[in-house]
């Protein structure tokens, strides 16, 4: 008998912790077994007027729902790319890119857009919050393509801000703040619309190294809560809290390791490094 079937019989229907159900051992349904992501021989190539870059040449991978991955590589890798086609900002050349084991290339820019908005989050490195706009104001941009009524669109921005301890500052405008307010208010941003996978793009780039661990410190207290982290960093000491390690070269995928000592940022705590 095999070790799948063997985990099974356990009575005569059961659930494997993969979500597989089993009826006297044999498995009879599938169930959380597709990954989140698939990317297979994923290309990327811009085409400018006379110009023609080739960006990423052929990534795959594989990440489960609940992983927290860095993804490192020198400058012009290809990393930002990639995280504009996971993140849905764009599409790729060539290769498939599936999301919950639907092939995105068949979906249109309305149900992409639709999807990104449901379901994903991003934070860049520049925060890219509007100025002379209030920090609640910006939090509240993903809802406007809601229908929702206003007063719960005001709760989902309290609790955003509220997870990222800028509920004092709601008022402020985004020009008003400090860079590392900015960033976590860019992540309450992020947050507001409850996406299940959270993209960071260099995002304790501009942040002094005090900031930098509260950022990691949002993110890790996000992946603990279930949701999908997928970390753009050059620094080693800032992927090491992640728990997988992707690196990019010249648009390829290098190496994708464990992180075997985690580095957990805690209160109290004065630097990244
Ligand atoms: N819209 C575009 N048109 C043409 N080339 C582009 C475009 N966007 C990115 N590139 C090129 O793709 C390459 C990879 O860019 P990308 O932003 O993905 O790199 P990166 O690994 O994120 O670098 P960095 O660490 O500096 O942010 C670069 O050489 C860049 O010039
Ligand atoms: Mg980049």
């Known amino acids: 008998m095999s070790g799948r079937q063997a985990d099974c019989f356990i009575s005569n229907v059961s659930r494997k912790r993969d ?31 006379d110009v ?13 729902k609940g992983e ?16 504009h086609i996971l993140g849905l900002l764009e599409r790729p050349t060539g290769g498939e890119y599936r999301l919950d084991g639907n092939d995105v290339a068949e979906l249109s820019d309305n149900e992409l857009a639709r999807l990104r908005n449901k379901r994903i989050g991003f934070v860049f490195q520049a ?7 209030t920090v609640e104001e910006n939090v509240e941009l993903p809802l406007l393509y809601d229908s929702d009524p206003m007063e719960r669109n005001g709760k989902r921005i309290a ?22 307010e900015k960033q976590r208010v860019a992540i309450a941003r992020a947050l507001v619309n409850d996406p299940d996978i959270v993209f960071a793009d260099e995002p304790t780039g501009n942040l002094d190294s005090k900031s930098g661990l509260q950022v990691m ?38 190496s994708d390791d464990p992180v075997l000592t985690r580095k957990i940022a805690k209160d109290g705590e004065e630097s990244l490094k």
Do not use: W
């Open 68 to 83: 927290f991955v860095a993804i490192m590589g020198p400058s012009g890798s290809g990393k930002s790319t990639l995280m």
């Open 159 to 180: 609790e955003a801000l509220e997870a990222v301890g800028m509920t004092h500052r709601a008022k402020y405008f985004s020009n008003q703040l400090s860079g590392g």
């Open 52 to 64: 023609k870059t080739t960006v990423l040449q052929g990534v795959t991978f594989s990440m489960e």
């Open 217 to 254: 410190r949002i993110l890790q207290r996000l992946n603990d809560a279930g949701r999908t982290i997928i970390l753009v960093t050059h620094e080693t000491s800032t992927a090491e809290h992640a728990k997988r390690i992707l690196r990019v070269v010249d648009g390829k995928i290098v």
């Open 127 to 133: 925060f890219n919050l509007l100025p002379k706009t």
């Open 19 to 49: 979500g597989s159900v089993c009826y006297n051992g044999v498995i009879i349904g599938l169930g959380n077994v597709m990954p989140l992501i698939t990317v297979k021989d994923l290309r990327k190539t811009y085409e400018g007027e």
